[in-house]
């Protein structure tokens, strides 16, 4: 290694030999500089200042990660892989000869440790925020698939991966061989911390398999941390009687911070008022904490992290105080930090080295056996539990992924000359290989939309005559409620058109990893979500007496589900799937003000729909709220807007139940271009079927309405917008229907469709309410993405 005291922080540097230099420091170094102006020979130059070298080596890290991540994103792969591919990066540009006096300039020799140092904040942040994520009650009520998975998953590779360093007796180093049985142990595991980033990138927390796969995680999380932190005790300390102090004050510190930090968790929720954010004070103490509970680690022998961890463990998951945390600290550690930490991880790898050498291959050869071991472990357990093939290989696959708790161990492990630094290059290459090697096999074999393939004909057209409906409403805030109820009325429940409502209540997934789903009939909510269920309180009385005034023509069932916003979708889809819904019905995204301006916007909720609008097994309806209507006991006036086509057709079967209500009136307005009014006959004898039933109705006005374009259309619904308090009309019509033509152009919201966008425009200033239904899409065929 050359040195240069002119391109670095020391005061001087004196050669003894080729490899033995005295480096000599500053006292005290110099933090901050005096700017680019500042005296070459008694200033604080930039260069030759702590700060103004950290910040430099911090931009140029994360402008090549953004590089990197641009350039790798298009195939897939794990986030973290950019973050390592950027210290590869720098390796590499230190051994260009033209570019290695800049780099010594730029990472000057000591200021390796500094970054390091100062990004491993973001790693004891990083396991404390996933501590604070775990619901640890989950254990309780995982079922036996993730059970048996964890356990075989994790005895099955430390048993069996032995095999290569038997096979290869004084084949390598012997100060290697620990090495080897380190290495086992590390691949052995499976992190809670890692999984749990790894499905939320593939989207897949939600989804059944995610929900084992996180499950299996937590426990076998459990298990390896006691497992490894016991390891590490014996193998460090072989004196019997250290032995046994080591493993006492680790039992103690298990012991007592939850005991003592996690009734003072509850004592901060209970000070903090209902709907009111946590006190700032409370979250500086309990970061605070995080890193006096570090050193404690640290003072008994055992890794900074783990104190953070058992800290993360014992404060309450979910809002109002887990879910504060998470937003207050994901930024600053997970964001900022931890990137930098995997970064300067890599910048410590030597890879050069003999990769042919017999050393090298048996600890491949160790980490090869290792994961085909721990992969058919975790996959013939889930194939016994009657778990299809190909999902059982994907529940294999997550549990064998690797992520930055490794990289993270792999450091620590090196820092305590656990393993050479061989090994330690390695390993850090054996992370990348594996984390992404994983990932690209389970989007290969995972496909959430493919269980939707083959449910074909679930919407109201095919109902037989006097068959149950079952809908789907869903509900995300309290102002949805009565509106949902409106509709329930509009539909007109009786004994001889019964209606089944599932009622789903959708939260927002914060402060936790695993999502929940809760099933409030069946009456055996566990005690996270019990804890949860003040949310649906209001849905769940709502509905009750809505079944309650609707008896022997209504069964209603609500359900809870917490999960992250661009994965309700599943919730909704999976529910309407099981239940078999002929229609799910979605509350707008947008509120109006009784003066009519926009009261909130919700753009989470939009996405919602346009997913549920492309993915839902069954008929799908939009319901636009302007105002609560009469009950049961006033009249409600109802309009069809009808043009034709299968949507139409669809919103056409709705109306027909609604107008079974004596307290409905009803007038369906046919449009239809003057040109064509010669076709008129034959459309009325295609439709005949729906169209004349509707028509003859006692409490049905059917009209005609010839117009020639959209502008025509636009002009009559001005005119009717305000006679009628409700609308239903289908979202899909032909491309180039006359009736509707030049009014793509002018729609705001796609999801809606043309001729409701127009009735929702604020321009009309109506207080009528609109339902646009969409029925089943086909899934032989491919359908428009809803750009917003």
Not at 208 to 214: P, S
Request: glycine share 4%; net charge neutral; proline share 5%.
């Amino acid at each position: 290694m050359k040195f240069n005291a002119d391109k670095n922080l020391l005061h001087s540097i004196t050669q003894f030999s080729e490899t033995l230099y005295q480096l000599c420091y500053a006292t005290p170094i110099k933090t901050v500089s005096d700017g680019i102006w500042s005296d070459q020979k008694k200033g604080r130059i930039p260069m030759k200042s702590l700060f103004p070298v950290f910040e430099l080596q911090v931009i140029v890290i994360f402008v090549i990660t953004q590089i990197c991540r641009t350039l790798i994103k298009p195939l897939g792969l794990p986030l973290f892989i950019s973050q390592m591919m950027a210290g590869l990066i720098l390796v590499g540009l230190f051994e260009l000869a033209p570019l290695e006096s800049y780099m010594t300039t730029l990472f000057p020799f000591g200021t390796h440790d500094i970054i390091s140092t100062i990004s491993s904040i973001g790693l004891v942040l990083f396991v404390f925020i996933n501590g604070v994520q775990m619901d640890f009650n989950m254990i309780k009520r995982t079922g036996h698939k993730a059970w048996v998975i964890s356990i075989i998953g994790l005895i099955a590779p430390l048993l069996l991966g032995l095999a290569p360093a038997a096979f290869f007796p004084g084949k390598f180093e012997r100060k290697h061989e620990s090495d080897i049985y380190v290495l086992l142990v590390s691949h052995s595991l499976t992190s809670f911390a890692v999984v749990a980033s790894f499905l939320t990138e593939l989207k897949m927390q939600n989804s059944e398999l995610g929900r084992l796969a996180l499950s299996s995680a937590l426990v076998s999380d459990m298990l390896s941390t006691i497992v490894a932190t016991i390891g590490v005790v014996v193998v460090k300390t072989p004196n019997g009687s250290v032995m046994a102090r080591e493993l006492f004050l680790l039992f103690s510190l298990v012991v007592l911070i939850p005991l003592l930090f996690r009734p003072a968790m509850f004592w901060i929720i209970r000070k903090t008022p209902e709907g009111r954010p946590v006190s700032e004070g409370y979250i500086y103490m309990i970061t605070a904490m995080v890193f006096v509970l570090g050193v404690v680690s640290v003072k008994i022998n055992h890794e900074f992290v783990l104190g953070a961890f058992i800290l993360g463990l014992s404060v309450p998951e979910g809002p109002p105080l887990g879910s504060v945390l998470v937003k207050k600290l994901h930024f600053f550690g997970n964001t900022f930090l931890l990137p930098i930490f995997v970064t300067t991880s890599m910048l410590r790898a030597d890879l050069k080295m003999d990769y042919a050498s017999t050393t090298t291959l048996v600890i491949g050869l160790v980490v090869l056996v290792t994961h085909v071991v721990k992969i058919i472990a975790c996959f013939l357990p889930a194939l016994f539990c009657q778990m299809p093939v190909s999902d059982a290989l994907t529940v294999a696959f997550i549990m064998n992924t690797k992520g930055i708790v490794e990289v993270g161990f792999f450091c620590s492990l090196y820092d305590n000359n656990l393993i050479g630094s061989k090994t330690y290059a390695l390993m850090m290459i054996s992370v990348m290989v594996v984390a992404t090697i994983m990932q690209l096999l389970v989007k290969i074999l995972y496909d959430p939309s493919r269980k939707y393939a083959s449910y074909q004909q679930r919407n109201i057209i095919n109902l037989k005559p006097n068959s149950e409906l079952r809908i789907l409403i869903t509900i995300h805030k309290p102002n949805h409620i009565s509106p949902s109820i409106d509709f329930l009325d509009v539909c007109h429940p009786t004994t001889e058109h019964p209606i089944v409502v599932d009622a789903l209540h959708l939260v927002e997934l914060v402060g936790q990893s695993l999502p929940i789903f809760t099933s409030h009939a069946l009456q055996r909510q566990s005690s996270s979500a019990s804890s949860h269920r003040s949310y649906s309180d209001n849905v769940i009385l709502a509905f009750d007496i809505f079944q309650h005034n609707n008896q022997n023509a209504t069964s209603v069932f609500t359900y809870t589900a917490i999960s992250p916003p661009d994965l309700m979708y599943e919730n909704v889809c999976t529910l309407a799937l099981d239940k078999l819904a002929s229609m799910i019905v979605l509350p707008f995204h947008q509120r109006w003000s009784s003066d009519g301006g926009i009261e909130s916007d919700d753009k989470n909720l939009r996405a919602l729909n346009c997913k549920v609008l492309e993915t839902a097994p069954c008929t799908v309806g939009i319901h636009i709220c302007r105002a609560s209507h009469p009950r049961k006991d006033s009249c409600t006036k109802l309009a069809m807007i009808y043009l034709g086509g299968t949507d139409d057709q669809e919103a056409l079967c709705l109306a027909k139940r609604a107008i079974v209500n004596p307290n409905i009136r009803m007038v369906v307005y046919h449009l239809v271009v003057k040109h064509h009014a010669a076709e008129l006959e034959d459309l009325m004898v295609m439709e005949d079927y729906l169209l004349q039933e509707v028509k003859h109705a006692h409490n049905v006005a059917y009209k005609e309405v010839f117009v020639k374009d959209g502008s025509d259309t636009t002009a009559f619904l001005r005119d009717v917008v305000k006679e009628h308090e409700f609308f239903i009309v289908g979202r899909r019509h032909e491309i180039n229907a006359p009736q509707t033509m030049g009014l793509t152009d002018w729609s705001e919201f796609p999801e809606l469709g043309v001729i409701a966008d127009v009735l929702s425009s604020p321009d009309f200033k109506s207080d009528a309410s609109v339902l646009v239904v969409q029925q089943q899409l086909s899934r032989k065929k491919s359908t428009k993405r809803l750009i917003f």
